[in-house]
């Protein structure tokens, strides 16, 4: 499934609450969809989970949100496994794909999303520099679509950006459904 998801034509907010209204109009596509949505965030540290749950009845369409930082909780908490970890490293695909799996069961969710990436400013390498953000979709009906970015803000735009982008992706995924 493409989602036209294109992270050039991102708004660029400069503060949180410029993404509330994307954030109900993500629920309002979930609800009409009859979806639930789940996540799986590292480098934003739960910043998508706070924006879905700043709408009032999100409850309905949002199951959770494992924030999982560490190696370890990836591990732990989605399944993510160890060996794909010590060789390709948390921001990959393979690992944004374990994620989004491993939220989509933890939570019982219809779709979920996973983030993970460096934020900066420190953090970076050659081949994945700061900015450096793998998204992962997966759907219970077989949807599995992947984007890597590289966002040129600092941490807190970086943060933003991507979380515009998770959201943006779920409101995409929900109008296919309909």
């Known amino acids: 499934?493409?989602?036209?998801?294109?992270?050039?034509?991102?708004?660029?907010?400069?503060?949180?609450?410029?993404?509330?209204?994307l954030s109900a109009e993500m629920g309002h596509a979930m609800r009409r969809a009859g979806?639930?949505?789940?996540?799986?965030?590292?480098?934003?540290?739960?910043?998508?989970?706070?924006?879905?749950?700043?709408?009032?009845?999100?409850s309905s369409y949002f199951s959770g949100s494992a924030v999982v930082y560490s190696y370890a909780a990836k591990e732990q908490v989605l399944g993510v496994d160890h060996e794909t970890l010590m060789s390709v490293g948390a921001v990959s695909y393979e690992v944004a794909q374990q994620m989004a799996q491993g939220a989509l069961t933890?939570?019982?969710?219809?779709v979920a999303v996973a983030v993970t990436g460096i934020a900066g400013p420190e953090g970076g390498t050659p081949d994945k520099p700061?900015?450096?953000?793998?998204?992962?979709l997966s759907g219970v009906d077989g949807t599995e679509w992947q984007r890597r970015v590289v966002w040129s803000a600092?941490?807190?735009?970086?943060?933003?950006?991507?979380?515009?982008?998770?959201?943006?992706?779920?409101?995409?995924?929900?109008e296919k459904q309909r």
Not at 43 to 48: E, N, P, R, S
Not at 130 to 136: A, D, I, K, L, S
């Open 1 to 21: 499934m493409d989602l036209d998801v294109d992270p050039k034509e991102l708004f660029q907010p400069k503060q949180e609450i410029e993404l509330v209204p």
């Open 35 to 58: 979806l639930t949505c789940a996540l799986a965030e590292s480098c934003t540290g739960g910043l998508v989970g706070h924006l879905i749950t700043e709408v009032p009845g999100s």
């Open 106 to 110: 933890l939570y019982d969710a219809d």
């Open 130 to 136: 700061v900015g450096t953000v793998h998204f992962h």
């Open 154 to 174: 600092d941490r807190r735009g970086n943060k933003l950006l991507s979380a515009e982008f998770v959201l943006r992706l779920l409101l995409a995924y929900a």
